[in-house]
């Protein structure tokens, strides 16, 4: 029970890690940064399921190997990553449609690397974490009338699919 939750915060902190290290990577790479490129010209999410489910099966292969370890290291694990992988699709799309609902972060991050096109700059997606940890965290005045004028909206009313 212990080694499985462990393991759950362990695949959680790691998951979010891998993200930020993968966002890096898209931007300095041109064979794995296509789509992303095409992602910042239409700057809009895939919608939470599909992005849930893009996060998903790039930690799959990280999930497996754990379940060698034991059951309960195995099932804290893939627990971990996939509600990584659910939470960052959340944060992913609402940063697109509604940034201003992401309380847990003073900035978000990922809006903000989105509107003011930056390529060096605010990789987190759920999390600012490792910004902050590797000095990629640059704070702006984020808030302008843009977001102040949007219509008010709940935290569910997102492009799910």
């Known amino acids: 029970m212990v080694a499985g939750i462990i393991c759950f915060f362990g695949a959680f902190v790691l998951a ?9 990577l898209m931007h300095v790479s041109q064979r794995i940064g296509g789509r992303h490129r095409d992602h ?5 999410g895939q919608g939470v399921v599909w992005e849930f489910r893009d996060y998903l099966l790039g930690s799959a292969i990280a999930i ?4 060698l370890v034991s059951w309960s290291a195995g099932i804290g ?6 509600a990584f992988a659910a939470f960052s699709a959340y944060a992913h799309q609402l940063q697109h449609e509604n940034p201003t ?16 096109g930056m390529w060096h700059h605010n990789f987190g997606l759920a999390v600012d974490w490792w910004d ?3 000095g990629t965290y640059k704070p702006m005045e984020w808030l302008t009338e843009e977001e102040l004028n949007r219509p ?6 997102l492009r799910w699919w």
Do not use: D
Not at 40 to 44: I, Q, T
């Open 132 to 134: 902050r940890v590797f």
């Open 101 to 116: 609902k992401c309380f847990w972060m003073t900035m978000p991050v990922h809006y903000v690397h989105h509107k003011y």
């Open 16 to 24: 979010s890690l891998i993200e930020y290290w993968m966002h890096r």
């Open 152 to 157: 008010q909206r709940g935290f569910l009313e």
């Open 64 to 67: 497996l190997p754990m379940f």
């Open 77 to 82: 694990w893939a627990l971990g990553a996939i």
């Open 40 to 44: 910042h010209r239409r700057n809009e």
